[in-house]
């Protein structure tokens, strides 16, 4: 098993399935076979072993299964007199169903009927098996063999199955490597568990969390504006945004370092068509060292990504047991109290669409295909995290956060403070 298998199966155990499913609602106008796109989708299944895994618990250890044939969940529901709020309220429900990790399928498709005005579309899988590009790439499949008469030969070859990269992660960790990557995370890390950036509304009760999201978007023009900072800055158009992240988050005024979860995959070349969960989540850390402007948090991030580049194999699931004093507080979950996640465009227009934005459209295996924003499609556990993914000349996005500790205020105070940087001294831009 990998790391992220082990954390996000013990995560399910304390925080519940929702934290631990990643899903995505589309709508689908044009005219659809649902036993074609469920075939297509078991097809998929055959494909990827990640898709077939169950988990067991033998003696004291937890064992990752790969049947030889798993197909997944699917299910077709009558729902031509309902209106979008049932099913907005459906989707919603079915993305809290917990999956049968020990003996039934990790993946799940249903589809609403909804007559003359088509489908509503859900596709999930648990994060144990899978990442956000991973999701995309079985969507992109899925839709591709839907098209094409279920023909699997017009399919990239897969040339390595998640157990070489569960492997490949043991041998990396025994050796050198893992132990300079130890040092270096506790050289950067501050030596106790800063204060929550956003102080709390309310104390959580128990371990429960319960996500809310607040999607937005960056227009062309904002977009544009972007794009020339991070040319001015000569950095990547992510590391600016990181830095508005940090920046609207940041207590600059109590002299407090920030820690922000950074989303980076582990995918290389040999694995760049499994299917699997390579996301590890590498710590950032702003110091009350770094200036109130946008250009020297951009540029203190720069440079601590330079370095810590070499060391993002290092799964923060082992980094928690080595230091419990930065873990779970309160009983929250995640090692931090904020995230930040940023998907490149794909070829088909997936991610954006899958983000939820109302305006977002795509076209995939002759099908017209809408976002239904309808839940969290991203898992998670944080208490604030922030999700961006490129679209056509723009920028889709949520801010997710935990309302059984936060208001919808608050959490609406911290959204603007990223998306006008005006907002927000420190964010402002030159």
């Keep these: 098993m990998s790391y992220a298998e082990r954390g996000v199966w013990f995560l399910q155990q304390a925080a519940g399935a929702e934290a631990c499913n990643l899903g995505a609602a589309v709508r689908i106008p044009s005219p659809l076979d649902p036993e074609r796109l469920f075939a297509a989708l078991t097809v998929v299944a055959g494909r990827h072993e990640a898709m077939r895994t169950t988990y067991r618990i033998d003696g004291a250890s937890l064992v990752a299964v790969v049947l030889p044939e798993n197909p997944p969940q699917t299910r077709l529901i009558d729902a031509v007199d309902w209106t979008t709020e049932q099913l907005a309220d459906a989707v919603r429900a079915v993305h809290a169903e917990p999956f049968d990790l020990a003996g039934g399928s990790p993946c799940r498709l249903v589809l609403w009927n909804r007559g003359a005005a088509g489908h509503v579309m859900f596709f999930a899988m648990h994060h144990a098996v899978t990442d956000w590009n991973s999701m995309v790439q079985c969507a992109a499949e899925m839709f591709e063999l839907y098209g094409n008469g279920l ?72 977009k544009k504006g972007l794009d020339a900072l991070a040319w001015r800055l000569r950095v ?56 109130p402007d946008l250009p020297s948090v951009v540029d203190g991030l720069r440079r601590q990504l330079q370095e810590s580049y070499r060391h993002q194999g290092y799964p923060n699931e082992l980094l928690a047991r080595h230091r419990p004093d930065l873990g779970a507080a309160g009983g929250r979950p995640a090692m931090f109290d904020a995230h930040f996640n940023y998907v490149p465009g794909d070829a088909d227009n997936l991610g954006s669409l899958f983000t939820g934005d109302a305006q977002v459209r795509a076209q995939a295996g002759g099908l017209l295909l809408e976002s239904f924003p309808a839940l969290p499609t991203v898992g998670m556990w944080s208490d604030f ?7 056509p000349q723009r920028l889709v996005g949520m801010v997710g956060y935990d309302s059984a500790t936060f208001s919808a205020a608050t959490a609406d105070a911290v959204s603007r403070r990223f998306a006008d940087p005006a907002g927000h001294p420190a964010a402002v831009t030159p």
């Design 151 to 222: 023909d699997v030969s017009a399919l990239p070859a897969v040339t390595a199955g998640y157990g070489d990269f569960a492997a490949a992660q043991q041998a990396m960790l025994a050796g050198p490597d893992g132990a300079a990557a130890l040092a270096y995370w506790n050289s950067i890390l501050p030596a106790a568990r800063p204060p929550r950036p956003v102080p709390a509304d309310r104390e959580r009760s128990g371990r429960a969390t319960a996500q809310q999201i607040l999607p937005f978007g960056f227009g062309a023009e904002a």
């Design 385 to 391: 995290s922030l999700h961006l993914t490129e679209a």
């Design 236 to 291: 990547p158009v992510y590391l600016v945004l990181l830095g508005r992240w940090a920046s609207a988050l940041r207590p600059v005024e109590t002299g407090q370092p920030l820690v922000v979860g950074l989303s980076r995959t582990l995918r290389k070349p040999a694995f760049a068509r499994t299917v699997g969960c390579f996301t590890n989540t590498i710590p950032v850390v702003v110091g009350p060292e770094a200036g």
